[in-house]
Nanobody, 120 residues
């Protein structure tokens, strides 16, 4: 079955950078949208960024000009380059894959998350 595995989270100082990676595995034919959302204590879930299979991207206003999403369709992998990190970026970051097409039944999937902590 389809699995999403994130990596790259960690602890950084404000102003630093991290790059998150998410690899989707399984008998995947295609993935319509890949992206990231985040969840911080006391905050609502926020969709951070998405990227379609043909490269169209969208970003939350809070991360525009700081974060960059990209994907490698051949590897079914999506990346999130996070620059100029702020303490308010601290959250669990979760990969998502929407419209996954498999040899049987696809659907929407999400990963278990990776923690990003930004200290002041």
């Amino acid at each position: 079955q389809v699995q999403l595995v994130e990596s790259g989270g960690g602890l950084v100082q404000a102003g630093g950078s991290l790059r998150l990676s998410c690899a989707a595995s399984g008998s995947i034919f295609s993935i319509n949208i890949m992206g990231w959302y985040r969840q911080a204590p006391g905050k609502q879930r926020e969709l951070v960024a998405t990227c379609t299979s043909n490269g169209s991207t969208n970003y939350a206003d809070s991360v525009k000009r700081r974060f960059t999403i990209s994907r490698d369709n051949a590897k079914n992998t999506v990346y999130l380059q996070m620059n100029s990190l702020k303490p308010e970026d601290t959250a669990g970051y979760y990969c998502l894959a929407i419209g996954v097409v498999t040899t049987t039944r696809g659907g929407d999937y999400w990963g278990e998350g990776t923690q990003v902590t930004v200290s002041s």
